[in-house]
């Protein structure tokens, strides 16, 4: 056997954790599995709650991107809100301009009501006056005069009275329009003002309004952000548990794949010990010569069936997984490569079987060997390309004496779907 090396116990280490995936009675290696399988349940837990803890991250970005923009809409609203408030206090300044004009027409107002009032007193009184006299016009007084100057002195005197009526009458009319004309102007001065005070405040409402639903949204968002916050802080918590409890595990998974490379060593060195002892096994055969390169045949004999489908009767076939190298029962069955035994024992129509994990150029391989008479090789043992490790036999659904052997690319597994010719590998 070749001599360990230190990288030997790494790969022996790595195949040690590979075995873990094959049938085989060994106790520790159902501890290393259980540990690699917590292992990697905590990773993948880990893995998800960082996905979660990136994800609440996002959220609260988003929370308060949404608030940030809120919040610049809260502050055009504010400036809207004031500027109104401005114009609103320029309105009620004017209102309030307006109304002391009002007052003072009001008080004109009332003034040219009493001069109305009046004129239309001394309209009456003339009236009167004209009604009491009798039917005597203006006429009449002029006819009556005595004398060129009497008459002279009666129609000035005629002409006064009626200028003043005439004048009297204009002023009541004129006075009477321009009552109507301010009363209009005040009405509608007071109308427009009061107008547009209540369309700012109107529109004054509205954006309290909208100040309002934009800080009842500001409140959610900052509840809502506290919400998502607690959560994260719970995954962090958690997360940092996982964390732990992972160092924990991991410092367990590899105390105790260093105990089963050190019991792979010991079992080495006791290979080692032994090998000369194995190598003197009877058998009916020779061992067969070790091909150079990393693959060699695995027993010396005759070639009698190769990997495929082959006929099983007159109306059947099926797949033949491996090949057949017919011997007598006894003949040495080698190693076909460098590797670690991970079972050794019975297997249904295998009968005695050994099987070899193998990693070359960091590809694992396993390679079978069935229908053994019997076996010189224990699970964990490292064995060296070439190096006996078994005996040809008729073991299990067996017609005749031969080694049954195949190469597995990857690790053994129940329905051998990763079977591959050993012919691609070996040379008979």
């Known amino acids: 056997m070749k001599k360990l090396t230190t990288r030997s116990f790494k790969i022996i280490a790595v195949l040690l954790a590979l075995i873990l995936f094959i049938q085989m009675p060994a106790a520790y ?14 990773e993948a837990e880990k893995k998800m709650l960082n996905k979660s803890l990136e994800q609440k991250t996002n959220e609260i970005q988003t929370n308060q991107n949404r608030q940030q923009k809120i919040i610049s809409q809260l502050e055009q609203i504010g400036a809207k809100i004031n500027a109104k408030n401005q114009e609103i206090e320029v309105v009620e300044l004017d209102i309030e301009i307006a109304n002391e004009e009002i007052s003072i027409l009001e008080d004109e107002i009332k003034e040219l009501q009493d001069k109305i009032k009046k004129r239309d007193e001394l309209l009456r009184e003339r009236a009167r006056a004209i009604q009491s006299s009798g039917t005597v016009s203006y006429l009449d007084v002029l006819l009556g005069a005595n004398s060129f100057v009497d008459f002279i002195d009666r129609f000035s005197a005629v002409s006064t009275l009626m200028d003043a009526d005439r004048q009297i009458m204009r002023e009541q009319k004129e006075d009477q329009e321009k009552l109507e004309v301010q009363k209009v102007e005040l009405l509608k001065k007071k109308e427009n003002l009061e107008a547009n005070k209540a369309k700012l405040q109107k529109l004054m409402a509205s954006l309290k309004e909208q100040k309002r639903e934009k800080n009842q949204l500001v409140a959610e968002l900052e509840k809502e952000e506290a919400k998502l916050r607690a959560q994260k802080t719970s995954l962090k918590e958690e997360y940092d548990d996982k964390v732990e409890l992972s160092k924990e595990v991991e410092a367990k998974f590899l105390k105790e794949q260093a105990r089963l490379a050190e019991i792979a060593r010991q079992k080495a060195l006791e290979a080692k010990r032994n090998k ?14 070790v091909a150079a390169g990393t693959w060699t045949r695995p027993a010396a004999g005759r070639f009698t069936s190769g990997f495929g489908s082959r006929d099983i009767g007159p109306i059947g076939s099926k797949n033949h997984l ?43 391989f396993t390679t ?6 019997g076996f010189n090789a224990s699970v964990g043992d490292v064995v060296s390309k070439g190096q006996q490790i078994a005996r040809l036999g008729n073991t299990g659904n067996s017609t005749g004496p031969h080694l049954h052997f195949e190469i597995h690319v990857g690790e053994w597994n129940g329905s051998r779907s990763n079977a591959v010719n050993p012919l691609r590998y070996i040379s008979l």
């Open 29 to 42: 290696a159902a501890s290393l599995s259980e540990l690699k399988k917590e292992r990697s349940q905590l």
């Open 276 to 289: 000369k002892k194995n190598s003197n096994v009877s058998s009916s055969g020779n061992l067969p010569t």
């Open 322 to 364: 491996g090949i057949d190298i017919a011997n007598s029962i006894g003949t040495p069955v080698v190693a076909a490569a460098d590797g670690v035994v991970s079972y050794a024992g019975t297997m249904n129509g295998y009968g005695n079987v050994v099987m070899v994990t193998h990693s070359i150029e960091g590809q694992i």
């Open 368 to 373: 079978t060997y069935a229908h053994l008479s």
